[in-house]
C-alpha cells in the first residue's frame, strides 16, 4: 500500500478578501501561515515524514509547502514545482468578490461558475494585463497552454498529466510524498482519483490547510482517504468554502 498526502494552502488574502483567485499570485494570510504550521504539527505528531514534495509555481501553495515542512525539520527534502498543479484559472472573474458577484449575477450563476464542471467564466482578453503571458515562470510554456480561463474539466486535463508522467512514477518508486496546491487543481485531482461524476464534483469543497490522507493500492487506487484533523472542524470548514460564493 502507498500513502500520500494532498493538502490546499492555508488561508490566502484574496480568501480573507473573498475574491476570485486562480493564477493570481497572492499570499498567505498569519491565520494562513498558522494553519500550515499546524499541518506540519499534525502530520508530524501522526508520525509521517516525506522525502519529495509537490507543488505549483503561486506563493500561496509554496509557501504553505514550506512552514508544513519547517514544522517537520524537512525542509532538506527536494520540492518539485509544477505550473500543472496551479489553481483553476478563473478567468475574468480574477480579483472579484464573490459575494458581491453573487448579488449582482445570482448564486446559481456563481455555483456554475465555481463548481459546474464544464462551463468556464468569461475569459480574460489576450491583452490584459492580468494575463499570464510575459510572467517569466511561465516562459517555457507554448501560448496555448497558458489559459486565459478554465473550467474544473480543464483544470483535469493539465494536472492529470502531471500526476501520470511525474507523480505517479514517484510514488510506484517508493517515494513518500505531499502535494501542496490549491483548492481546484485538488478536486481535479480527487475526481480522478475517486472516479466522482461530474454532478457529484459541484459539492465538493477542500478547506485550507488540512492535510489529506490517501492510501492507494498497487495500481495507485484508492483505497480509504482521510482527514488528519478533527472532523467537525473540517466539516465546517468545508460549508465555510462552500458558502463563500453566496450573496449573503
Ligand atoms: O478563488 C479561487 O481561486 C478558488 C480557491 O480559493 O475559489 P473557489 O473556492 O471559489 O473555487
Not at 228 to 245: F, K, M, N, T, W
Request: with cysteine.
Amino acid at each position: 500500500m502507498y500513502k500520500i498526502v494532498l493538502m490546499r494552502h492555508g488561508e490566502s488574502t484574496w480568501n480573507l478578501d473573498n475574491r476570485f483567485t486562480g493564477w493570481t499570485d497572492v499570499d498567505l494570510t498569519e491565520k494562513g501561515c498558522a494553519e500550515a504550521a499546524q499541518a506540519g504539527k499534525l502530520l508530524r505528531e501522526a508520525g509521517f515524514t516525506f522525502d519529495l514534495a509537490y507543488t505549483s509555481v503561486l506563493k500561496r501553495a509554496i509557501r504553505t509547502l514550506w512552514l508544513t515542512l519547517d514544522e517537520m525539520d524537512l525542509m532538506w527534502i527536494p520540492i518539485q514545482h509544477d505550473w500543472r498543479l496551479n489553481e483553476r484559472h478563473y478567468g475574468a472573474l480574477q480579483g472579484m468578490n464573490k459575494a458581491e458577484t453573487a448579488a449582482q449575477y445570482g448564486d446559481e450563476q456563481v455555483l456554475v461558475w465555481r463548481r459546474s464542471y464544464d462551463t468556464p467564466p468569461n475569459p480574460l482578453s489576450a491583452d490584459d494585463p492580468r494575463a499570464s503571458y510575459q510572467d517569466p515562470r511561465y516562459a517555457g510554456l507554448a501560448r496555448q497552454q497558458i489559459p486565459l480561463t478554465e473550467c474544473l474539466k480543464d483544470t483535469v486535463e493539465r494536472v492529470m498529466p502531471a500526476w501520470d508522467d511525474t507523480i505517479a512514477p514517484a510514488i510506484r518508486a517508493g517515494k513518500q510524498i505531499l502535494i501542496s496546491a490549491h483548492g481546484n487543481s485538488l478536486r481535479a485531482l480527487i475526481k480522478s482519483l475517486d472516479g466522482i461524476s461530474d454532478s457529484d464534483i459541484v459539492g465538493l469543497n477542500v478547506p485550507n490547510g488540512q492535510p489529506l490522507v490517501y492510501e492507494l493500492d498497487a495500481d495507485l487506487k484508492p483505497i480509504r482517504s482521510y482527514y488528519l484533523g478533527d472532523a467537525a472542524a473540517i466539516a465546517a470548514a468545508q460549508q465555510a468554502v462552500a458558502s463563500q460564493g453566496k450573496s449573503r
